[in-house]
């Protein structure tokens, strides 16, 4: 089950990258406008970008949308997600346990280059459809939003 998730309707598939028609955006031009959403919100809240679209080497990996530090020096880890609707939950019905461990191992990854590693914590941005359509605010930041098992 996802991160604030409805259950999916029974015989439910996720989504497909289909090619859209005339004057219609991919699943991916949305989300890469709801990744320019989400860090021009972070950036307006103080946060400084580290790096973008962090994926660990090889196959079955993790990936990392943003990586941002705080004034006090804390590296927040973010995925950013959105949905071209509600159904299923919307945007963070989509944070499942296996998408969180690949965050997580992602994260882990990146910190072998600091000797001492910062204090982290990982945030999830929702971008509503609406949002990335220009039409409205429809974001919504969750610091803290998951740890890191142990």
């Not at 929702?126 to 429809?138: D, I």
Request: hydrophobic share 40%; net charge positive; charged share 25%.
């Amino acid at each position: 089950m996802g991160f604030l998730a409805k259950k999916p309707a029974v015989g439910a598939k996720g989504g497909s990258a289909a090619q859209p028609g005339p004057g219609r955006q991919t699943s991916r031009d949305r989300g890469q406008q709801a990744e320019e959403l989400a860090l021009a919100h972070l950036v307006a809240a103080g946060l400084r970008l580290v790096e973008r679209n962090y994926r660990t080497p090889g196959r079955g990996g993790g990936e990392i949308d943003l990586i941002l530090r705080d004034r006090d020096g804390c590296l927040i880890f973010v995925e950013v997600r959105s949905r071209s609707g509600r159904d299923y939950g919307g945007a963070g019905a989509s944070i499942g346990a296996l998408k969180r461990q690949r965050i997580v191992f992602a994260a882990r990854h990146f910190l072998l280059r600091y000797g001492a590693p910062p204090p982290c914590r990982f945030d999830v941005v929702l971008v509503e459809p609406a949002a990335v359509l220009g039409q409205s605010p429809g974001l919504q930041w969750l610091p803290a939003a998951f740890d890191a098992p142990g």
